[in-house]
């Protein structure tokens, strides 16, 4: 048996508390596996690199940064490639078929893993058509964009050996071996279903799940079609503490904030209102929690899976591609989102939304959360099937 000595994760982020736990690191390393992180966003993302370097959110044990492909690869042939395992999680075209080529003349086992998804509806001709008219040259960007990933696509010698994925929706195409996970969401309400809780809040409450106004994808705001334009952090925060005086001053109960893991909020933006680091799961699991309020986040399976009512929200601060997000994930439930701009409060119209469609649920579950029931973890599955197929490889 060849025993899995290396086990090299490719990132283009920097990773917080909440990565560690999600991807479960301490489980490999106390398997003995020698864990190291390798961050190319100084090659794959440089604007978001140099702004976010300095912040004090990110744990960085384990991490190596790497500013060239030929700095990667001269790092990545010291590894032996018969007791080393590469998990790649760059999102960049270019440079993920760029890495991949490195690590197929190296001989390496590599994996990609498909954590999360949600549904997404194309923009259809005549959308693209009039939107055209408004953005010509992010148009063309796009199209060229395009036409470069079916390239890479079709670069069959380069796909990874094993791809990780989670729900049937985001089962890929390809002649990988596929093997199915559950989502971190489902490992963690696994985990905790029968634990006792030590916090509980004492009255019942409604949770918005948090997404910070310069969350990291807006560095890439300018590869989007239509153009995007960001927004100030006043106008931002004043939408949504406006909308939660108003929810509060026509519903019995409270509206609690959980941040998001990526924030790192020095002062708390949503005035009045009590802000939670790191504790959306727990929030959502308490009894009280009558209600979760979000935009679009992977943090919606948990409501998922613990049956809680979900109201969607959009407002004119978001950028079109947030907007359109909230609205694609909103219809499959068939919810049409809160507009925060053009709220008039209806008491009988806000309850008939916080109805819970448990036919819709079950079948989110299948598609974007695990597609059966799982006994064992995530991590676990990940485990076990690298050792077998190292084993009968190599």
Do not use: W
Request: some cysteine; charged content about 25%.
């Amino acid at each position: 048996m060849k025993k899995i000595e290396n086990l090299i994760f490719i990132f283009e982020t920097f990773l917080t508390q909440y990565d560690f736990e999600r991807f479960n690191f301490s489980f490999y390393l106390s398997k003995k596996i020698n864990l190291k992180i390798f961050n190319v966003s100084p090659i794959t993302r440089k604007k978001y690199f140099y702004n976010e370097k300095n912040k004090k959110n990110y744990i960085k044990q384990f991490q190596s940064e790497f500013f060239s492909l030929n700095k990667f690869a001269n790092e990545i042939a010291k590894y032996n490639s018969s007791n080393t395992i590469v998990m790649t999680y760059v999102g960049d075209n270019e440079y993920d078929y760029k890495i991949t080529k490195i690590l197929k003349k190296n001989n390496f086992f590599i994996i990609n893993h498909i954590f999360g998804g949600q549904p997404f509806v194309k923009k259809n001709i005549i959308e693209i058509f009039f939107l055209s008219f408004f953005d010509i040259c992010g148009a063309y960007k796009k199209l060229v964009e395009n036409f470069f990933f079916s390239i890479f696509k079709f670069k069959k010698r380069n796909i990874p050996d094993i791809i990780f994925y989670v729900g049937s929706k985001l089962k890929p195409n390809t002649s990988s071996t596929l093997i199915s996970l559950p989502s971190f969401e489902y490992d963690k309400v696994n985990i905790n279903s029968s634990s006792k809780y030590y916090f509980r809040m004492k009255k019942p409450f409604a949770l918005y799940v948090d997404v910070p106004f310069n969350h990291s994808d807006q560095y890439e705001i300018e590869k989007r079609f239509p153009k995007e334009t960001s927004y100030n952090h006043e106008e931002y925060y004043a939408k949504l503490t406006k909308f939660f005086k108003t929810f509060e001053n026509n519903l019995n109960f409270k509206i609690q904030v959980t941040s998001h893991p990526r924030a790192n909020y020095n002062i708390n933006p949503y005035k009045g209102f009590k802000l939670f680091k790191n504790m959306t799961y727990d929030l959502v699991a308490d009894s009280n929690c009558k209600l979760v309020l979000l935009h679009s986040s992977l943090a919606i399976n948990y409501p998922i899976l613990l049956k809680k009512p979900i109201i969607f929200l959009i407002h004119s601060k978001m950028t079109y591609s947030n907007k359109k997000n909230v609205k694609d994930l909103s219809s499959f439930f068939e919810k049409q989102p809160l507009d925060l701009d053009k709220l008039n409060f209806d008491e009988i119209n806000f309850k008939k939304q916080m109805s819970v469609n448990n036919l819709q649920y079950e079948k989110y579950v299948r598609l974007y959360i695990a597609e059966k029931k799982f006994k064992n973890n995530s991590y676990e599955i990940i485990y076990n099937s690298l050792n077998r197929i190292n084993t009968r490889s190599r």
